[in-house]
């Protein structure tokens, strides 16, 4: 299967420097949500990686985020998952996005995000649709 999978989220990494969008094809295949998500809540860089993809520092917070984008849009929603890990993912996002669902509602953020990330938009509004199922 080809990293570039029509089914993900991959509009970010595309807009970024060469260095960058192989720092996120990295993270993508080699990290997991939770690894990424943990850099991301503590506001971490990797300087090995730093030094190894020729990145500055200043780059490594948009290059997460496009990586952290990839991997939530590479979930498979299914009926296994709970209402409340569904909230979660979606909840996550949207931090990552710096659209909190404490500032936004979640069809502003899938509105605002149609246009430049398609299929993120889709996957979203994918769980919130399953977890409107689970409360029902």
């Known amino acids: ?17 060469a260095n960058s969008r192989d720092l996120v094809d990295h993270l993508f295949t080699t990290y997991s949500l939770a ?62 996005l710096g659209q909190p669902l404490s500032e936004y509602s979640l069809n502003e953020v899938i509105s605002a995000q149609q246009n430049r990330m398609p299929l993120f938009s889709a996957w979203l509004y994918k769980v919130a649709q399953m977890i409107q199922i689970r409360h029902a």
């Open 1 to 17: 299967m080809s990293l570039y999978n029509e089914n993900y989220e991959f509009s970010l990494r595309n807009t970024l420097p």
């Open 35 to 96: 690894e990424m998500l943990e850099l991301w809540e503590n506001r971490q860089s990797d300087a090995e990686l730093l030094k190894r993809f020729k990145i500055q520092e200043k780059e490594w917070p948009l290059a997460l985020q496009a990586a952290i984008i990839a991997k939530f849009s590479y979930i498979d929603i299914h009926k296994k998952f709970s209402a409340e890990e569904l909230y979660y993912l979606v909840k996550s996002a949207c931090a990552v």
